[in-house]
């Protein structure tokens, strides 16, 4: 079936979404056939053309020049005249990334007073105060020259009966930790190493480096990390042995730590989108965006992360920064993105992939608009950079690329103990620590890809189901991951891990 093909046509008034009564455009809720009639908040149209699920139909006659607005915002404009019932997509919408008005907070809000009682969940207690969702041994390649060895070590015990309480023996193979210019690339990339190495469901750690490396081990300092080199070891077997050896130790004290119950005010959500399309920003973002409220009215901790696509929407996240401090320095994060995209003549715009296109989204603007609601509607309280330690409680923001995998492992070294991913399209990733829970924005993609994904929100679109509703049912199913649960991409062997290199390779 074609993206246009429907079994049959639905009632008009079934046949489209209207996110904002100020909108220019409704979203179809299916495929729906040229001729088509749309009712949706007084507004009839006939279809001219046939307009694929998700993808935008004007309402009215939009003259050009003029700009259109989605979730009651500007999203493009129509470089000529655009009739109503017309299918509104890249071929008539153009992308300006424009000027905003920035409403900075007056005064500083307080941090959010947890609500008493609340859901509990099973987690490790360590010594920071932090709480472990799971409980694993870490090797980590201190470079791309040890990666080899670490995914040896690892591989010895794939199969093995391992102690009670242990997830796991898990490796961290990277292509980075040398060829490094020396400043800001080399301290984000050992951010990123110390933050898997001291995240709180990991109960300890191997780091292995070659020996002459620019990321040396000596610059790890931790009581639950071992670092070794090959050079040290005599070589790929005698570095293997070595880390098998510390592992022995390392696995009979893991087998010492038991989950106990705890508030989920110390659990800490890491939020993510891959593969959006446009009913991205109508089910699953909302959906999550409502458990990220709750989680925070309970005292929790959650992060949005993603640069690029919250520009267009940042004035929007600035309006209820916890202070003006807050709202600046996010603000700080999109021009330095800017500058980073500048020097390899990149734009914005150029993050919507053809996915995300064929799903919909026109622009960056249209997609980041959507992307944000994972942020729900609570006070913005941290902004930090890549791979920083969160503090929380409350909404926080990462500075990330929106490439998954490089995103999920910065949130990760940040210290978010789950991530809650949204994706349209379809995706299979994960993280090697850090439980991953799939949130499909659609009922057709959630049935194509049942095996990759945890919870269908397309049921808001299908009215099968409010944001509400499915909100809590994210919460629920989180509280339950936290304690043991398998989320779909842990049950597959998901183990995505690559961080982010900034500078260039020498």
Known sequence: MSLVEIEKPPPPEKAAILLNPGDDVAVARVGL????????????????EAVPAGHKIALREIPAGSCLKRYGQVIGRAPGRIEAGAH???HNLAYEEGSREYRFPEGEADFPAPAAGGPAFQGYAREDGRAGTRNYIAVVAASNCAS????EVARGYRGKVLPPGVDGVVAFPHGEGCGHSIGPDTEQLRRTVWGVMDHPNVSAAVLIGLGCEVNQIDQYQGSRVVGLTLQDSGGTRGAVEAAQRQIGWMLERAEGERRVEMPAARICLGLNCGGSDSFSGITANPGLGYCSDLLIGLGGTSVLAETPEILGAEHLLVARARSRAVGERLLGMVRGYKAYLNRFGGSFDDNPSPGNKEGGLSNIVEKSLGAVAKGGSSTLNEVVDYAERIHGPGLAFM????????????LAAGGVNLIAFTTGRGSAIGFPIVPVLKIASNTAMYRRLKENMDLNAGRIADGAAEVGEVGQEILDLLMRVASGERTRSEVLGHQEFVP??????L
């Not at 982010?500 to 390779?505: A, L, N, S």
Request: proline share 10%; no cysteine; glycine share 12%.
């Open 88 to 90: 509104v997509h890249t």
């Open 500 to 505: 982010w290199r900034i500078g260039p390779v």
């Open 399 to 410: 500075n990330t690329p929106g490439y998954d995998p490089v995103s999920l492992t910065g």
């Open 33 to 48: 056939p040229a001729g088509q009639r749309v009712v949706v908040a007084g507004y009839e149209v006939v279809l001219r």
């Open 148 to 151: 080899h060895v670490a995914e």
